[in-house]
């Protein structure tokens, strides 16, 4: 399952990208993430590997990160792999005038298991929680970022 969606943000591209940058404040706009825990490499770098665990309604899933590509603004590529599904994510930031920025993020999903059949009768709720996520983090950033 492939897609893509987008927000546009209300702050300079190089405040967005600092804020966006900056695991610490990953809590501070993630619902649901009660943890992160780079476990190799350098924070930030391509090839560093982190530990995510998330709370959804009353199950904890464990998550690990890859950063693929870090070449901010234009781009921050990491995978995500869970019990079941493998997600590569590519963000972009576009700057669209001297106060405002546009947050592309393009997803790929791959299921296994009992995975491939939530997809399958759920497809609509992936994308969704990704416009929840880009929402919440625009929220954050245009009240962090004055």
Known sequence: MKYQVEILINLPINRVVELFDDPNNLQKWMEGLQSFEVIS???????????????????????????????????????????????????QFRSEGENKTRYISKQEFQFKGFMKLMAWLM????????????????????????
Do not use: H, W
């Not at 921050?76 to 792999?81: I, M, P």
């Not at 497809?123 to 004055?146: C, N």
């Open 123 to 146: 497809p609509g709720a992936f994308k969704k929680q990704s416009i929840t996520y880009l929402e919440a983090f625009k929220q954050f950033a245009e009240k962090e970022g004055l």
């Open 41 to 91: 490499g350098e924070p930030g770098r391509s090839g560093t590997k982190s530990k995510l665990i998330y709370k959804m309604g009353k199950r904890l899933i464990e998550m690990t990160e890859t950063i693929i590509v870090r070449d901010l603004p234009k781009e921050f590529t990491a995978s995500y792999e869970a019990k079941g599904v493998f997600n590569i994510v590519k963000a």
